[in-house]
């Protein structure tokens, strides 16, 4: 299958800061890209869908302010959490490919 | 709107023994695309089956297969042999295949035990 790769695995950071979230697709070309939000023990959550050279879409709910995504190239979608807090700290998951999506390994955001 | 629906919180099996995961789900369309994920403790999401909705055939990869019912809009997952890696999360989920968005409909999960 394809892979997903997705940087930092893990970031802790202080309220009120940025984070900026790193998903590449190694082996494919993306024009779209997904993120997701997974709470302990919950089913994944869409956030925004990622379109190379346009604007994300995103779901109803999530503040797109907050979440700031950008979609530069074929490979490379970014998750930017502005002005982070606690409630913020989560497990974030990007996903991309054709007829079937694949995922990236994660990244655990903690807000202190 | 299409829903996939996992009655199973959680299941258990006895390892080299099989178990069955169950799903439904709910669509007015005729093509689309039908998935079991794992999502080990690691919480990588790992693609275990793929099954297209307009294959009869039941889809099987290894000790994994599926049985999809379409017209009862049922998709289990089977594993055979289980075995102590096969311990993880697993997802249902529905993606069209007719054109537009290209989004992931997931199940709430069922968490696989496997006993030794």
């Known amino acids: 299958g394809a892979v997903v790769s997705q940087h930092p695995s893990r970031v802790i950071c202080k309220s009120g800061t940025s984070v900026k979230i790193e998903c590449r697709s190694l082996d494919f070309q993306a024009t779209t890209m997904f993120w997701y939000r997974q709470f302990p023990k919950q089913s994944l959550m869409l956030m925004a869908t990622s379109n190379e050279g346009s604007k994300a879409t995103y779901e109803q709910g999530v503040e797109k302010d907050k979440f700031l995504i950008n979609h530069a190239s074929l490979t490379l979608s970014t998750l930017t959490v502005t002005s982070a807090h606690p409630e913020d700290s989560s497990f974030y998951i990007c996903g991309g490919g054709t007829d079937t999506q694949y995922f990236g390994p994660g990244t655990r955001l903690t807000v202190l | 709107a299409q829903t996939v629906t996992q009655s199973q919180p959680e299941m258990s099996v006895q390892e080299a023994e099989t178990v069955t995961l169950s799903c439904t789900y709910d669509?007015?369309?005729?093509?689309?695309?039908l998935f079991w994920y794992k999502q080990p403790p690691s919480r990588q999401m790992i693609l275990v089956i793929r099954?297209?909705?307009?294959?009869?055939q039941n889809a099987t990869e290894n000790r994994f297969s599926v049985n999809f019912q379409k017209a009862a809009k049922s998709f289990s997952l089977k594993i055979s042999d289980s075995q102590l890696g096969d311990a993880a999360m697993y997802f249902c989920?529905?993606?069209?295949?007719?054109?537009?968005?290209?989004?992931?409909?997931f199940g709430k999960g069922t968490k696989l035990t496997v006993n030794p």
């Open positions: 989920a529905y993606k069209t295949r007719q054109g537009g968005s290209e989004k992931l409909v």
């Open positions: 099954q297209e909705a307009y294959k009869q």
């Open positions: 669509t007015s369309e005729s093509d689309y695309y």
